[in-house]
Nanobody, 123 residues
Framework: VQLQASGGGLVQAGGSLRLSCAASGRTFSTYAGGWFRQAPGKEREFVSAIRWSGNTYYADSVKGRFTISRDNAKNTVYLQMNSLNSEDTAVYYC??????????????????WGQGTLVTVSS
C-alpha cells in the first residue's frame, strides 16, 4: 500500500483546510485510516482515526473542529480542519492499518505511512 497525502498549505487563523490521503490497493475498505502530526520541536502525536466500520476517534485538542471521513470507492481518507489556530501548525501524516482491531490512537497500530503535508496557520 502506498499513501499520498495532500492538501496542506498556509492558512490564516480561523480558516479551514481539507487534507486527503489517497491509498493504493484493493482492500482499502477493510483498513483503518489515521492522521498524526508533528509540530516543530515536538513529538509526533495522534490527531484522528477512522475504523473500517466508520467509527471515529479524535484527540481532545481537535475535537469539534476536525472531521475525519473516508471514501472507500476512491481509496481516500480525508481530514477536514476548521477553526485552525497556530497550535495546529505541523506536518500532518496519514497512515493506514491492516489490523481489524487495534488501538488506532498509537503509532504501532499502523502498517503504512504517507509522506507528510505541511500545514501552517498564521495568526
Amino acid at each position: 500500500v502506498q499513501l499520498q497525502a495532500s492538501g496542506g498549505g498556509l492558512v490564516q487563523a480561523g480558516g479551514s483546510l481539507r487534507l486527503s490521503c489517497a491509498a493504493s490497493g484493493r482492500t482499502f475498505s477493510t483498513y483503518a485510516g489515521g492522521w498524526f502530526r508533528q509540530a516543530p520541536g515536538k513529538e509526533r502525536e495522534f490527531v484522528s482515526a477512522i475504523r473500517w466500520s466508520g467509527n471515529t476517534y479524535y484527540a481532545d485538542s481537535v475535537k469539534g473542529r476536525f472531521t475525519i471521513s473516508r471514501d472507500n470507492a476512491k481509496n481516500t481518507v480525508y481530514l477536514q480542519m476548521n477553526s485552525l489556530n497556530s497550535e495546529d501548525t505541523a506536518v500532518y501524516y496519514c497512515a493506514v492499518s491492516k489490523k481489524p482491531y487495534a488501538d488506532y490512537l498509537t503509532f504501532e497500530a499502523y502498517n503504512y505511512w504517507g509522506q507528510g503535508t505541511l500545514v501552517t496557520v498564521s495568526s
